[in-house]
């Protein structure tokens, strides 16, 4: 389920696909230099991989195209996933 628990800025969290988020800020950042910090969870351990910055997904000053993928590379839905996204407000 995707679901935001808690926000600052944030409009909405779109599932784009398997593994794959776009989180939509409510006011804009001045630019996309900003700072995403990411951490998650999975039951498996085995199958925990990389979290953060999709670079397949668009990420500009309006959203925010991150991800998660297991051990292997591949995208893949991680149980629990937090991000926090530092910069300016336009």
């Known amino acids: 389920t995707n ?4 926000s600052f ?3 909405s969290v779109t599932d784009s696909a398997t593994g794959r988020f776009i989180i939509v ?5 001045s630019n996309d230099d900003y700072a995403v910090t990411s951490v ?3 039951i498996s351990a ?3 991989g990389t ?3 999709n670079g397949n997904l668009t990420s500009n000053a309006s959203q925010i195209g ?3 993928t297991d051990n292997a590379g591949n995208d893949y839905d991680q149980s629990d996933l937090h991000f926090i996204v530092c910069g ?3």
């Open 3 to 6: 679901e935001v628990r808690d």
């Open 9 to 11: 800025n944030v409009t």
């Open 25 to 29: 800020v409510g006011n804009d950042f």
């Open 40 to 42: 998650g969870g999975q």
């Open 46 to 48: 085995s199958l925990l």
């Open 51 to 53: 979290i953060g910055l």
């Open 66 to 68: 991150v991800g998660s």
């Open 88 to 90: 300016d407000l336009a």
